[in-house]
C-alpha cells in the first residue's frame, strides 16, 4: 500500500517532465524559425542597400550627370567668356 503514492508522483513526474520537453521543443523551434525570418530580412536589407549604393554612385558620376543634362534636359554647356557680372551690393 505505501507503493502506491510513489508510483503515483514517479508516474506524474515522469508525465510533466514529457510536457516540458514538448514544450521547449516548441520553443525552440519557434525561435528557430524566427531566426530564420529574421536572417531572411537581413539579407533582403543587405542587398537593397547594395542597390542602393550602386545608385548613388551612378547618380554622383559627372558624365553621367552631364549627359543626363544635355541629353535629357536640353542643356548646353557654357563657356566662362559668356557668363557676365552683374552688379550689384
Known sequence: MK????IIIFVSAHIAFVFVQIHQ??????????KQKNEKLKNSLEQKKQS???QLIALQNRAAVKQYAV?????????LNQIKK????
Do not use: E, R
Open 25 to 34: 521543443y516548441s520553443q525552440t523551434i519557434k525561435v528557430s524559425y524566427q
Open 52 to 54: 542602393l549604393n550602386n
Open 71 to 79: 541629353n535629357t534636359l536640353q542643356m548646353s554647356p557654357v563657356n
Open 3 to 6: 507503493k502506491a503514492p510513489f
Open 86 to 89: 552683374v552688379p550689384g551690393g
